[in-house]
């Protein structure tokens, strides 16, 4: 009796681990890769309106707590989210699809220098309507990325980085020499 309990003991052991160790773990994609970027135009001007002189108000950092253990928790910056006036013609499904197609796109278009969803690593792009307002939160895959978005998007709200062309000095040329 007691050889047929260890040997169903062994077999249910044996099973557990067989299952354990042939699972394995589906890899995240990340939401900004599965974008439908299809029938979308001229997405780069769209974001370069966005981006126009004083519309991005309250940039805030998005934090994410990492549990190590019950003592060791760190916190760190993963993203960070800003508020821009409503667009005139689509809606926050429209605007968050736009924005991730921006995301991934390798496209030079009409771009910000301190554009946050031109950061290697975007993650996720989400966008609500906050009363008259989007609320745009831009998350990054780790601590480089997410530190980088919010760098950016406080350059972004603050002003920094505008890139203005002044013309200095204009010559006609008559004889084809300046």
Request: neutral net charge.
């Amino acid at each position: 009796m007691q050889r047929i309990i260890d040997t169903t003991l062994v077999a249910l052991a044996f099973s557990l681990l067989g299952g354990c160790a042939s699972s394995t773990t589906p890899v995240a994609t990340a939401p900004v890769a599965a974008a439908d970027c299809a029938g979308l135009q001229d997405v780069g001007q769209e974001v370069a309106d966005l981006y126009a002189q004083g519309t991005v108000r309250h940039a805030r950092p998005i934090y994410r707590t990492d549990f190590v253990a019950r003592a060791i928790q760190p916190r760190y910056v993963a993203g960070a989210s800003f508020d821009v006036p409503a667009p005139r013609s689509g809606s926050a499904a429209y605007l968050e699809r736009a924005l991730s197609c921006h995301a991934v796109s390798q496209i030079a278009s009409v771009e910000h220098p301190n554009d946050p969803l031109r950061v290697a690593g975007v993650y996720d792009v989400d966008v609500k309507a906050v009363g008259p307002h989007m609320r745009i939160s831009v998350i990054g895959d780790d601590r480089t990325a997410g530190d980088a978005i919010w760098k950016r998007t406080r350059a972004l709200s603050s002003g920094e980085g505008q890139v203005q062309v002044q013309q200095i000095a204009r010559t006609l040329l008559t004889d084809g020499r300046l």
